[in-house]
């Protein structure tokens, strides 16, 4: 599909220019002559792919046409439109203060036509990256809602900005699937279930996944008890129906969903206020025979002090309902936090901790489809190996991280290998399991925690690469320097780990920047991947071009100014970062 590109622009010339560059190069281009057009258009036709926006224009400048968009989004629930703000000015002050409000990139005026594409495509293509990538992260990766974190964040949308109902949502008698039918159909059932309560809210309403079984939807103007009870229903009945599709009619467990309800704005606008109080309702579902509803009302709880609640109660709300006797599986997000927490705790009690790090990978007489199952189900065999006390993620399709209390360090290969060779008693040649393990010793003195990142800047100006150091060293990152491309390779071949960044210059004697830049994806691996800006002085002789051409994410323009260097490290850094935490492979 083509990309769409608006172009706005008081000047018609430029406008034609752009528009012509465009064209040529299979764009769908939209031209307006005014924030405020962009604006009306917008509002009635939806978001294009990317906007050029003229920063000098009348009645309306660049900055308030940008701020306006930004609002109307908000407003549409659409995506942010990345956005490059088109100038003839030289002031780093203006572009600076670009940066700072959000805007993807600077290009300036009179057009060069391969700069241009070449911008346009960068800052699509980045764009479409960080939406995928946040889209994991907020997703659920067993059943496609939301997963708990984002789901605060989405539902306090909208319970800020359009009336309805919070409803907290959790399953009766979930467990018995799993002990009976095995931890496989139970996914299947939290699968069709996420999928009823989908079906079940209106349109524009939104659902997320906040614990095993424990769901919470909004639903989108839901105002009376006689809506609730009618979700309510089809929850139940839907359920009991997929359940016995899935495992037979003689399926006899008592499943059923409790739900607790509280309208919204007339009981708050909050999303964290709502939730403690449709929990409560939920609650006093829960004791109360499940499988039905209670809507909220002030003089349901008017018999407790709202603000004082004994210790019993705090601990039977938080706990959970059911402790199986397995490894606590947490989503990417809460496993997060709930290591965290662990490693402090572990430092604080001199707890020793070992983890580790499974992949597994297909033998070659097995199908994708039987792979992914495979992977699959190892989930369930780390989750029965481990303790209680251990938590596993799963970081990716084929990888699974676990945290491991309290091990002796002679014991870690050993039970590692356990678990591989029980899996392989049990799936014979299915996959082939590789690990890395690390175990800390904790004697309370070490401090945990990720390591910074790492640039590195090749420039033959000693000057320019104390610069850089003085400019990032506020931000705890760590700088190699080079003075020569030949002194970075050879550095490369003495290193475990790759820098996240490297800052390169063109302009170098014996071997210039391309040069270098072609040697890394010559040598190949996480070299080759890793993102790369050029600096350079001189754009007159097409480096530019030349540079993004090759590949290269950004180029900064000598004399470098701190401002302009931090917003663009920073930019880029924020997408090297992401793709780490979710191994997305460039």
Not at 15 to 34: E, F, H, P, Q
Not at 207 to 212: A, L, N, Q, V
Not at 325 to 351: C, E, H, I, P, W
Not at 466 to 483: A, C, H, P, S, W
């Amino acid at each position: 599909m083509a990309k769409w590109v608006m172009v706005v622009d008081d000047d018609v010339t430029n406008i034609k220019m752009a528009g012509t560059i465009l064209s040529k190069n299979n764009m769908r281009v939209t031209a307006l002559k005014s924030g405020r057009a962009m604006l009306d258009y917008i509002s009635e036709n939806g978001t294009p792919d990317l906007i050029l926006l003229d920063i000098k224009m009348p009645e309306m400048d660049g900055f308030e046409a940008f701020r306006l968009l930004r609002e109307l989004e908000a407003e549409k629930n659409f995506n942010e439109t990345p956005v490059i703000f088109l100038t003839a000015d030289d002031n780093t002050g203006t572009e600076t203060r670009g940066f700072e409000i959000g805007v993807s990139d600077y290009i300036r005026k009179p057009f060069n036509p391969d700069v241009l594409i070449r911008r346009i495509d960068n800052v699509i293509s980045t764009q479409n990256e960080m939406i995928s990538l946040k889209t994991e992260a907020s997703t659920d990766k067993l059943t496609g809602l939301l997963n708990k974190a984002a789901t605060g964040t989405e539902l306090d949308k909208l319970c800020s900005s359009v009336p309805g109902t919070l409803l907290m949502i959790d399953l009766d008698s979930f467990k018995l699937v799993n002990d009976i039918y095995g931890h496989e159909m139970g996914d299947k059932v939290l699968i069709s279930f996420a999928n009823i309560i989908k079906s079940a809210v209106p349109e524009g309403s939104g659902c997320g996944r906040i614990g095993g079984d424990e769901f919470v939807a909004f639903a989108k103007g839901v105002q009376t008890e006689e809506e609730v009870a009618g979700i309510t229903k089809i929850l139940n009945d839907d359920l009991v129906a997929s359940a016995k599709e899935m495992m037979g009619d003689d399926m006899s467990i008592p499943l059923g969903s409790s739900v607790g309800a509280i309208y919204a704005p007339k009981y708050g606008n909050s999303y964290s206020k709502l939730f403690k109080l449709a929990d409560k309702c939920l609650y006093t579902v829960k004791k109360n025979g499940k499988h039905g509803y209670a809507v909220y009302s002030p003089d349901m709880f008017k018999d407790e002090d709202s603000d004082v609640m004994n210790i019993d109660t705090i601990c039977e709300i938080m706990s959970e309902r059911n402790i199986p006797d397995v490894a606590l599986q947490l989503d990417s997000a809460a496993f997060a936090y709930a290591y965290r927490f662990a490693m402090r705790y572990f430092t604080r009690s001199k707890v020793n901790v070992a983890k580790a790090l499974f992949t597994l990978d297909k033998q070659e007489s097995v199908s994708d489809e039987e792979y992914a199952e495979r992977c699959d189900e190892f989930a369930d065999h780390l989750m029965s190996s481990l303790r209680k006390s251990d938590i596993i993620t799963r970081v990716r399709f084929n990888q699974y991280f676990a945290l491991m209390t309290d091990t002796r360090e002679e014991f870690l290969e050993r039970g590692i290998q356990k678990i591989k060779d029980e899996w392989d008693q049990a799936h014979p040649n299915m996959l082939n399991i590789s690990y890395e393990a690390d175990f800390t010793r904790n004697d309370g003195g070490v401090p945990f925690g990720g390591a910074n990142a790492h640039i590195v800047i090749v420039d033959d100006d000693l000057m320019n690469i104390q610069f850089v150091e003085k400019q990032l060293d506020e931000f705890g990152i760590n700088i190699t320097g080079f003075l020569s491309g030949q002194e970075f390779l050879d550095y490369t071949n003495t290193l475990e780990k790759v820098p996240d960044l490297v800052l390169l210059d063109i302009k170098m004697p014996g071997m210039d920047g391309f040069e270098v830049y072609n040697k890394m994806k010559e040598i190949g691996g996480d070299l080759a991947k890793t993102e790369v800006i050029f600096l350079a002085s001189d754009t007159s002789d097409g480096s530019e071009v030349k540079g993004l051409s090759l590949g290269a994410i950004d180029y900064i323009k000598k004399p470098l100014l701190p401002e302009i260097l931090k917003l663009r490290i920073n930019h880029t850094l924020e997408l090297v970062r992401l793709r780490k935490k979710y191994r997305i492979v460039k």
